[in-house]
C-alpha cells in the first residue's frame, strides 16, 4: 500500500524559510506528477507547485519566486523549500502524487498533510 510522509512543517516568522519533504512508502510503478497542495481554513484546496515527469515545474502566482518544488535526493521523494514565507502562506500542506501503472492506469495519492503557520 502505497503512503506519502510529510516533514518539515512548523511555526515561523515573516521572512523566514522552511523546508517540507514527502516520502513515498510502499512499491510504486512509476510516477507521473508530484505536487504540493495547500489549504486555509475557510479556503479550498489550491496547488502550490507542480512537478511532471519530466521535470516541468508550474507554480501558483502567488508564491513564484519564492517556493521551490524538486525531487528530494531519496527515491521518490519531493521537497519544496520555502522563502519570504508571509501569513497568507499558512495553511495545511499537502504532498500529492500521481502513480503510473503500466502506462494504463493512474492512481492519486495524497499525504496527510503538514500545518505551516507564518506567524510573528
Known amino acids: 500500500q502505497v503512503q506519502l510522509v510529510e516533514f518539515g512543517g512548523g511555526l515561523v516568522q515573516p521572512g523566514g524559510s522552511l523546508n517540507l519533504s514527502c516520502a513515498v512508502s510502499?512499491?510504486?510503478?512509476?510516477?507521473?506528477?508530484m505536487a504540493w497542495y495547500r489549504q486555509a481554513p475557510g479556503f479550498k484546496r489550491e496547488l502550490v507547485a507542480h512537478?511532471?515527469?519530466?521535470?516541468?515545474?508550474i507554480y501558483a502566482d502567488s508564491v513564484k519566486g519564492r517556493f521551490t518544488i524538486s525531487r528530494g535526493n531519496a527515491k521518490n521523494t519531493v521537497t519544496l523549500q520555502m522563502n519570504s514565507l508571509k501569513p497568507e502562506d499558512t495553511a495545511v500542506y499537502y504532498c500529492?502524487?500521481?502513480?503510473?501503472?503500466?502506462?494504463?492506469?493512474?492512481?492519486?495519492?495524497w499525504g496527510q498533510g503538514t500545518q505551516v503557520t507564518v506567524s510573528s
Open positions: 500529492y502524487i500521481q502513480e503510473s501503472v503500466l502506462a494504463t492506469h493512474t492512481y492519486d495519492h
Open positions: 510502499g512499491f510504486i510503478w512509476g510516477i507521473n506528477t
Open positions: 512537478m511532471n515527469s519530466g521535470g516541468a515545474t
